[in-house]
């Protein structure tokens, strides 16, 4: 500035040296001979600016993050509902002073222990969904247990997830169900090895594993739905390997569960109504991406796919001589109408449905059956009767009393005393 006071170089090469306008340099020149040096220094500086929020309001922030219903939260959330609920605006950065200074927040300083070797996404939504179960005390003591399931997908970290009071079999299948109802089949899941998803071979304590072979098990009945949709199942192998539904478990855990804490959630369809209506709708808005390749994978359900057969618990019965079978301790009689040749003690694929009701299927057809009134039940043993006590004045009892052998006559001599001669037959 001071050589293009003294014309050393003109104001355009000023300038493009300090990378301003001309008319910026105008202004720095006409304020260089009335402030000097200090014409370089903002005006504002050592000045509260215009925009600071007033000392009032920060208290007033500060008193109610203080109360047990905002515990825990931090500077991002609270500021979202300060604005929401109590209509202090103020950005992420201005509660984070606020609430260190308040000492309600202390910024974490742990490092990173360990780190797992990053995985690029899918290309495309609906090769690959994660599918996993958090157990954690999701109302804060305010009602029941409950266990979140979700499924997310790769590509685009799109979330579907249900509170459930079980982790079953049938309630992860209700959740299949309607996941493939709204986006179709995807091409793989990946979970962990929990024995939902995998049966594990029974070994002997004291006999190593890494020493025999591996024996193929049969599918739990998730694996055998999803071998029936055309659905690859894949294994993780560690909590890290399928990260992204972890750490959706992690941001639910600390979100939802303050979120449910506010709006006064206390039995699971409160807690499923706010899952979908609120937090699953800013998960849409605010942490899905785009996926690199706009195609979606999934495929959808056609003709061929009965979900209701699939997705339910199937297991194999023998008919019986009389066209009846056993089934969870209770007797199913075939109706007449269906009987055909062969279906006697022919081997039969049982579905007991998710709605509770039993299907059985022989071949490629559905034969009707009705449980039968009163159950063949087995004979009951008859009862032992207790032996007699002997009576010892009984008649007859000591007819060989005083029967001795050396005094009894021979066996010949007892023959001719009865009249009989030698040679004669006995007839």
């Not at 089949?185 to 890494?210: C, H, I, M, N, W």
């Not at 071998?227 to 992690?250: D, Y």
């Not at 800013?282 to 706009?294: D, F, H, I, S």
Request: with cysteine; hydrophobic share 35%; net charge positive.
């Amino acid at each position: 500035m001071k050589k293009a006071k003294k014309k050393l170089i003109t104001q355009r090469e000023a300038a493009e040296e300090l990378e301003l306008s001309t008319r910026q340099v105008q202004r720095l020149l006409s304020g260089l001979k009335q402030r000097g040096d200090k014409v370089v220094v903002h005006g504002l500086r050592g000045k509260p600016s215009n925009r600071r929020i007033e000392e009032g309001i920060e208290q007033e922030a500060v008193k109610i993050l203080s109360t047990p219903m905002y515990e825990k939260f931090g500077p991002t959330l609270a500021a979202e509902y300060l604005g929401k609920k109590h209509g202090i605006e103020a950005s992420k950065e201005t509660v984070r002073k606020w609430m260190i200074g308040g000492k309600l927040w202390r910024a974490n300083q742990g490092k990173v222990k360990q780190v797992h070797v990053w995985r690029p996404r899918r290309s495309r939504c609906g090769e690959l969904v994660q599918w996993d179960t958090s157990e954690h005390d999701w109302l804060e003591g305010r009602g029941e247990k409950l266990y979140l399931i979700a499924m997310i997908d790769d590509a685009t970290s799109r979330l579907f997830a249900r509170f459930v009071r079980h982790d079953s079999t049938a309630e992860n299948l209700k959740l299949l169900w309607s996941y493939l109802e709204k986006y179709g089949r995807p091409l793989a899941f990946y979970t962990d090895k929990a024995s939902l998803f995998q049966t594990t071979e029974k070994r002997k304590r004291d006999e190593p594993g890494v020493l025999k072979d591996a024996v193929e098990m049969p599918p739990t009945q998730i694996g055998r739905a999803l071998r029936e949709l055309g659905i690859t199942w894949i294994a993780a192998h560690s909590p890290q390997a399928k990260g992204r539904v972890e750490r959706s478990f992690g941001t639910a855990q600390d979100r939802l569960v303050k979120g449910m804490r506010v709006a006064g959630v206390q039995t699971i369809e409160q807690a499923n109504a706010y899952l979908h209506q609120d937090y699953l709708a800013w998960w849409e808005r605010e942490l899905t991406v785009e996926a690199a390749n706009a195609d979606d994978a999934h495929r959808p359900l056609d003709k061929s796919h009965n979900l209701a057969a699939s997705l339910s618990h199937v297991e194999t019965r023998q008919v019986r001589d009389d066209y009846t079978l056993r089934w969870d301790g209770k007797l199913y009689q075939i109706e007449r109408r269906a009987v055909t040749t062969g279906l006697r003690r022919a081997d039969v694929r049982v579905e007991e449905r998710l709605d509770g009701s039993l299907a059985v299927r022989h071949g490629e057809r559905y034969v009707p059956v009705s449980e039968c009134a009163a159950a063949d039940k087995p004979k009951a043993a008859r009862p032992v009767k207790a032996a007699k006590p002997h009576r010892a004045g009984r008649r007859g009892s000591h007819w060989n009393k005083n029967f001795e052998l050396k005094k009894a006559p021979k066996i010949w001599q007892a023959a001719q005393g009865s009249g009989h001669r030698r040679g004669e037959d006995i007839g």
